[in-house]
Structure formats: structure tokens, C-alpha cells
């Protein structure tokens, strides 16, 4: 079974905080994904990742940059977290060219 | 600019009835739909998927129908059962991207009622 496991499942910040969302896959996928997730916006991608060091910006990138130095590991940095980040956040991986995705079980995160 | 719509937020229909969730989009260059559910504080799980050059795919209760003129897609799901309350969300793809980019709409909440 393909495996997407995201380091924390609730996490709690303050304003202006540095905050760290990382994402592992175990099935050398070489796509990554990261989505926010917010009532009736359904799933909004941020960044994606199709190889090592290569990154691209989603749909709403503002706020948020990725990194991805390791195939297996994608992740989500909010340089300076704000309230309006306050969101479910999903990250994903598929193998390239193919569409479906698997996702983690996503990460709830509250900035205060 | 939303290119997946899924305009009814929420559907309730009783057990062993037909489910049926909608799915509007507007690029003509999608050839790829999928399906997924999500269980609250789970992440979305792949139900089904179609292809283009398809208009209909099946896969036990679940029934995906495609009408390209129309562009429009459904999720048929005989006979509903409780265990099929979710959200549901429809996404799509242009195949001429090997990133494989998803563009999702904002999901429907169906209930199923014992």
C-alpha cells in the first residue's frame, strides 16, 4: 500500500512563528503535493514538486515555500504564520505522468 | 476562476436509495476526472476515476458518467449505504502535463441516513 505520512496531525502556532510541515512518501513517487484545505473552497493547491530541487507554485502560493531535497520528503514552510493560514493541510504524491494521487492524513494547524 | 464546480454543498439521501453527486467544469482541455471521498480528519482516498474517450466507468456500487458536451460528470452510488457519509470531491486533469496536476472542485457532504 502507498504510504503518505505527515509529521504531525494538530499543530498549534503563534503569529509570526516559522512553521514546519513535512510530508513523507515510501513509494518513490516522483510528484509532491502540498493543498490547504478550507470549508467550501474544497482542496486548493499550493506548491508541487515533480523531482528533486524542482518546485513549482500552485494556486495560491502566497505566504508558503517548499522544499524538497530528498525524493521521499516534500515539505511546507510558512515563513511568518499568519491567522488567515489557520487550515487543513494535505499533502500528496503519484508517480509522474499518472493522476491519481495519494494523500496524507492531513495536518490541522491553528495560528493564534 | 474555478474550473471544477461542484454547486450542490451537500446531499442526504436515505439508505439503499440512489446517490447521485454532480460535477460541472469548464476547460475543454481536461481528459482525465477522478472522484475521491474524505472521512472527517482523514486525508481524501481515489474512489474512481475516467477517461475521456469514456462516458461511463464503473466499479461495483459506484457508476462514474461523463458528458464531454456538456462537460459534466456524475457519481452514481447504488445501492447508499451509511458508510458512504463523506465529502466527495470531483478533480481533473489535463494529460498533456506529466506533473499530474489535479484541479479540484469544493466538494459535496453526503449523509446517508439508516
Known amino acids: 500500500d502507498v504510504k503518505v505520512t505527515q509529521s504531525s496531525r494538530y499543530l498549534v502556532k503563534r503569529t509570526g512563528e516559522k512553521v514546519f510541515l513535512e510530508c513523507v512518501q515510501d513509494m518513490d513517487h516522483e510528484n509532491m503535493f502540498w493543498y490547504r484545505q478550507d470549508p467550501g473552497l474544497g482542496l486548493r493547491l499550493i506548491y508541487f514538486s515533480y523531482d528533486v530541487k524542482m518546485k513549482e507554485k500552485g494556486d495560491i502560493p502566497e505566504g508558503y515555500s517548499v522544499s524538497r531535497e530528498k525524493k521521499e520528503r516534500f515539505s511546507l514552510i510558512l515563513e511568518s504564520a499568519s491567522t488567515n493560514q489557520t487550515s487543513m493541510y494535505l499533502c500528496?504524491?503519484?508517480?509522474?505522468?499518472?493522476?491519481?494521487?495519494?494523500f496524507g492524513a492531513g495536518t490541522r494547524l491553528s495560528v493564534l | 476562476d474555478q474550473q471544477v464546480k461542484q454547486n450542490s454543498p451537500s446531499l442526504s439521501v436515505q439508505e439503499g436509495r440512489i446517490s447521485i453527486l454532480n460535477c460541472d467544469y469548464t476547460n475543454s482541455m481536461f481528459d482525465y476526472f477522478l472522484w475521491y471521498k474524505k472521512y472527517p480528519a482523514e486525508g481524501p482516498t481515489f474512489l474512481i476515476s475516467?477517461?475521456?474517450?469514456?462516458d461511463k466507468n464503473e466499479d461495483g456500487r459506484f457508476t462514474v458518467f461523463l458528458n464531454k458536451s456538456a462537460k459534466h460528470l456524475s457519481l452514481h452510488i447504488v445501492p447508499s449505504q451509511p458508510g458512504d457519509s463523506a465529502v466527495y470531491f470531483c478533480a481533473a486533469s489535463a494529460g498533456s502535463s506529466n506533473t499530474g496536476k489535479l484541479i479540484f472542485g469544493q466538494g459535496t457532504t453526503l449523509q446517508v441516513k439508516p
Open positions: 475516467i477517461s475521456s474517450i469514456k
Open positions: 500528496a504524491s503519484s508517480w509522474g505522468g499518472l493522476n491519481i494521487q495519494y
